[in-house]
């Protein structure tokens, strides 16, 4: 009798707010406090885009606008959990989006499924953020995951440098965790061999010893696993270096989600660098990329693709907003469990980053895949571009 009488009162709430057009509210929780950092604020950009755009088409729910709720948890972690609880405690929030720091996302997975609601990735890649034993899961992924990002950049460094010797430069958190464990399970299956791992922190001030390390051990190709501060550090200390000691560098995109190429400066043109994606504006004219180059443009003063920052927590922020507003649509209410069981049952979507036949199941929390990989470089002026086979990775190429 009381879990009927509860349900009922749950069913007379819902019915007031759909009757008063109260918003559905989903939150972004990201490292907006992060002073060199511009990928919570492609997040946020992509999120509202799509929010302007749904409730332009009459919202969710039979008319209820979707409401965007932001936290700053200067990517440390346990602001992060604390960010979490206070939003899951609003009224109508459904949904949390994280920013770009794996850490985050991984020590909120117990807080998430405790409270049970929903923790949307659209940009952080460490593999146990989807690949952990909580069931049901309430993580979903539109973004890139270690476990593909591993053997791509490998077989990058194969097929355009030649190297089959490879250091690697790690940060000691969960992510270079994630990205040590897939680097080590795919160089043997595509022959290429590891000659050393090297480890380093947040902070540390210098990249030089750890790098000369891997040269000396035999490494062709660097591959970096870093964010836009100690990944600018590091191309600063090999421009000093005599030009035959600078090593290619293929780097995982931490360093697009922040001022890279301007704290890297003029050092960015004596190095070889490139840098792996899943998405890119550049010569993009499908129509979807016009109209949110379009609302971008109008919202935020983004000109043109070139001036896109941290283009992939744009595009794939944008598609899982549609996504999510799909699945409130088809749970029929802000129930946060049917809004979850509604994302493993989504039908096809044509989104920005691509066309979504089944974007989720309940075996797969992942909307992209392996084939969504693409690699860039930087121009001089600060413009991520797709990379062409045969040319240089930077205009001027290395010395």
């Not at 409401?67 to 346990?78: G, M, P, W």
């Not at 593999?127 to 979903?140: K, N, Q, V």
Request: proline share 5%; glycine share 8%; hydrophobic share 45%.
């Amino acid at each position: 009798m009381f879990k009927k009488t509860l349900l009922y009162l749950g069913l007379l709430a819902s019915l007031a707010a759909h009757a008063a057009g109260l918003p559905v509210k989903i939150g972004v929780d990201a490292e907006f406090g992060h002073k060199t950092s511009t990928s919570a604020q492609a997040v946020e950009q992509g999120i509202q885009i799509a929010i302007d755009e749904i409730n332009q088409a009459g919202g969710v729910l039979g008319g209820r606008p979707l409401e965007l709720v932001k936290r700053d948890n200067r990517a440390i972690t346990a602001i992060g959990k604390d960010n979490l609880r206070e939003l899951a405690a609003i009224p109508d929030m459904v949904a949390v989006f994280g920013g770009k720091f794996s850490p985050v996302y991984v020590e909120c997975l117990p807080v998430a499924h405790e409270l049970g609601i929903l923790l949307l990735d659209p940009w952080g890649s460490a593999d146990l953020i989807t690949d952990h034993t909580y069931r049901p899961s309430y993580t979903f992924r539109l973004s890139l995951k270690d476990a593909w990002a591993a053997p791509a950049m490998l077989a990058f460094a194969k097929d355009t440098y030649r190297a089959d010797s490879v250091g690697v430069l790690l940060p000691n958190t969960a992510w270079g965790r994630s990205n040590q464990a897939a680097l080590q399970q795919n160089a043997l299956r595509q022959n290429v061999k590891l000659v050393g791992e090297r480890w380093y922190n947040w902070g540390d001030t210098s990249l030089l010893r750890q790098y000369q390390d891997l040269r000396a051990a035999g490494a062709q190709v660097i591959v970096l696993i870093t964010n836009e501060v100690e990944g600018a550090m590091l191309v600063r200390e090999l421009a000093g270096l005599p030009a035959a000691q600078r090593l290619p560098i293929v780097s995982h995109w931490g360093i697009t989600g922040g001022q890279f190429a301007h704290l890297a400066g003029d050092a960015l043109t004596h190095v070889q660098l490139t840098v792996i994606q899943t998405f890119s504006f550049m010569n993009n004219d499908s129509p979807i990329a016009r109209r949110v180059l379009a609302a971008a443009r109008r919202l935020y003063g983004i000109e043109n693709a070139a001036q896109m920052h941290s283009p992939v927590g744009v595009a794939q922020a944008y598609d899982l907003t549609h996504l999510i507003a799909r699945a409130i649509n088809k749970a029929g209410s802000t129930d946060r469990k049917k809004i979850r069981d509604a994302m493993e049952q989504l039908g096809p979507y044509q989104g920005l980053v691509q066309k979504y036949a089944v974007p989720f199941t309940p075996q797969r929390h992942e909307a992209l895949s392996p084939a969504n990989i693409i690699f860039t470089r930087y121009t001089d002026d600060d413009q991520l571009i797709p990379f062409k086979k045969g040319k240089p990775t930077h205009p001027r190429g290395a010395p």
